[in-house]
């Protein structure tokens, strides 16, 4: 169980590396520059709204992923011949699917803010 547990780990681990990591910076980096160039995205929400979720992705997919997947290889590495915790072992992977159901939750709406932008436009003042 431990080598299995390593192995998926150090998987996982290298999918966030080189994938997950390098795409959301490029859609960070990206929406920050059109929002840069083209001065009504820098007026609408909406845009505003996309930023704040793709920062909370860049800073949270990081802590998800790699963060509990150390806790869980140190936990594994410490039980070579016995099996870890369940306990402590349930409550990191707890702690890991709530990460992620979060960042598959920000990700949907930063593709639905993306795709379908609402009506979320500054209000000019009446005068």
């Keep these: 169980m431990p080598v299995v547990t390593r192995s998926l ?3 996982i681990v290298a999918i966030h ?5 390098p795409s959301l910076a490029v859609v960070l980096v990206s929406g920050l520059a059109a ?3 083209h001065y ?3 007026q609408a929400r909406w ?4 930023a ?4 909370a ?12 997947g150390r806790k869980v290889a140190e936990l594994t590495a410490t039980a070579v011949d016995a099996a ?10 707890r702690a890991e699917w709530l990460g992620l159901w979060t960042i598959l939750i920000l990700s949907l709406l930063n593709v639905v803010l993306g795709v379908l932008p609402p009506r979320l436009e500054w209000q000019a003042a009446k005068r």
Excluded: Q
């Design 9 to 11: 780990r150090k998987a």
């Design 17 to 21: 590396n080189w994938l997950l990591f």
């Design 35 to 37: 929002m840069a160039e």
């Design 40 to 42: 009504p995205f820098a």
């Design 47 to 50: 845009v505003w709204a996309k």
């Design 52 to 55: 704040v979720t793709g920062i």
């Design 57 to 68: 992705l860049f800073e949270g997919a990081p802590v998800t992923v790699i963060g509990t």
């Design 84 to 93: 870890p915790d369940p306990s402590v072992l349930a409550a990191l992977l």
